[in-house]
């Protein structure tokens, strides 16, 4: 299993979180708990950088694109192996968030999600608007590490 611990991102900030990636069957489940988030759709993809230091983010680069394809939806053949779609945030500010991907490997590998940032953005993943999905700004940040 891999672990990603999501931070605040800027000073006030509230939103905090866990990610963990599970590599079974070709496949990598992806199971997100987050707490402190505004209510409503965020991006969410797997970030080429693990580094979450600047405070907006930046610092965790573009999505993850080892394949060299356009941003898409979980659903397209031709996507980032980043691209995780968006994560439904709840009234109360929580999102207990379920997602699987054929692109993603927990073995090391030119795929895999080690030393990889997770970022939950500010708006909706529109899963066309190229490189981004137009998801806005980046409120949470956390470094994928191996348990
Ligand atoms: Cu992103
Ligand atoms: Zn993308």
Same mark, same amino acid.
């Given at each position: 299993?891999?672990?990603?611990?999501?931070?605040?991102?800027?000073?006030?900030?509230?939103?905090?979180?866990?990610?963990? /990636? !599970?590599?079974? =069957? +070709?496949?990598?489940?992806?199971?997100?708990?987050?707490? &402190? #988030? @505004?209510?409503? *759709?965020?991006?969410?993809?797997?970030?080429?950088?693990?580094?979450?230091?600047?405070?907006? /983010? !930046?610092?965790? =680069? +573009?999505?993850?694109?080892?394949?060299?394809?356009?941003? &898409? #939806? @979980?659903?397209? *053949?031709?996507?980032?192996?980043?691209?995780?779609?968006?994560?439904?945030?709840?009234?109360?500010? !929580?999102?207990?968030?379920?997602?699987?991907?054929?692109?993603?490997?927990?073995?090391?590998? @030119?795929?895999?999600?080690?030393?990889?940032?997770?970022?939950?953005?500010?708006?909706?993943?529109?899963?066309?608007?190229?490189?981004?999905?137009?998801?806005?700004?980046?409120?949470?940040?956390?470094?994928?590490?191996?348990?």
């Amino acid at each position: 299993r891999v672990m990603t611990n999501l931070k605040m991102a800027r000073e006030g900030g509230t939103v905090a979180g866990e990610v963990t /990636f !599970t590599e079974s =069957g +070709g496949e990598v489940a992806v199971v997100a708990h987050i707490t &402190g #988030a @505004p209510p409503g *759709m965020h991006g969410f993809h797997v970030h080429e950088g693990g580094e979450c230091s600047s405070p907006d /983010f !930046t610092s965790a =680069g +573009g999505h993850f694109d080892p394949t060299d394809m356009p941003h &898409g #939806a @979980p659903s397209d *053949m031709e996507r980032h192996a980043g691209d995780l779609g968006n994560v439904e945030v709840a009234e109360d500010g !929580t999102a207990n968030h379920e997602a699987s991907s054929s692109m993603l490997t927990v073995a090391a590998g @030119p795929s895999s999600v080690v030393g990889r940032g997770v970022i939950l953005h500010e708006d909706p993943d529109d899963m066309v608007t190229q490189p981004t999905g137009a998801a806005g700004g980046r409120i949470a940040c956390g470094a994928s590490k191996v348990l």
